[in-house]
């Protein structure tokens, strides 16, 4: 894989030589977008996923590999919420998101709300991403019936930071 990454940040701290056997990961603020999208085109990815649509030189590369027939996959964990923000995004999306990503895969039905609102509907739109095999935490198998609290475990796996809900979840 050829992956361009934010560098870590405090609230995500996180050592890319953890992802080195899956390939180089590079620093994205260290090359320009035109470099990015030379190293791109000569990789010769047979498709490309993209966290999201808020780089707007993420998004240009997109629509580079768009015109060279590659697919291109954006990730969204973004719910909607109708905001205005979100309404403006939807009447808009054809000029910006539609013309550089095929597909989003979001995280869940709250995602997919947004995701229809841009329009992305039928088959342009997948459910998963950041999933988990459902079945392995299926409630009888997962939920623990023992009445002691010492024994029952829960293990979250994300930033622990206020927009991720984690204070609700606790």
């Known amino acids: 894989l050829l992956i361009y990454a934010y560098p870590p940040a405090d609230e995500a701290p996180f050592d890319p030589a ?23 085109i000569a990789f010769k990815p047979a498709a490309v996923l993209v966290s999201g649509w808020g780089d707007r030189g993420y998004l240009g590369n997109c629509r ?15 719910k909607g919420t109708g905001s ?3 309404r403006i995004a939807a009447l808009t999306s054809w000029l910006h998101v539609k013309r550089a990503i095929d597909d989003l895969w979001v995280t869940g039905a709250r995602q997919r709300v947004l995701a229809n609102r841009l329009g992305y509907t039928g088959e342009r739109w997948w ?26 475990h829960f293990l ?4 622990y930071v ?9």
């Not at 953890?18 to 791109?40: C, K, P, Q, W, Y």
């Not at 580079?64 to 973004?78: C, F, K």
């Open 127 to 152: 459910e998963g991403y950041y999933s988990c095999d459902w079945n392995a935490f299926d409630r009888e198998q997962f939920v623990s019936t023992d009445s002691d609290p010492a024994r029952r």
């Open 84 to 86: 205005l923000r979100q």
């Open 64 to 78: 580079a590999m768009r015109r060279r027939s590659v697919p291109v996959i954006a990730g969204s964990d973004t």
């Open 18 to 40: 953890v992802f080195s056997d899956l390939g180089e990961v590079r620093n994205r603020h260290e090359r320009t977008d035109e470099e990015i999208r030379d190293a791109i």
């Open 156 to 159: 979250f796996v994300g930033r």
């Open 162 to 170: 206020e927009e991720k809900g984690v204070a609700t979840l606790m």
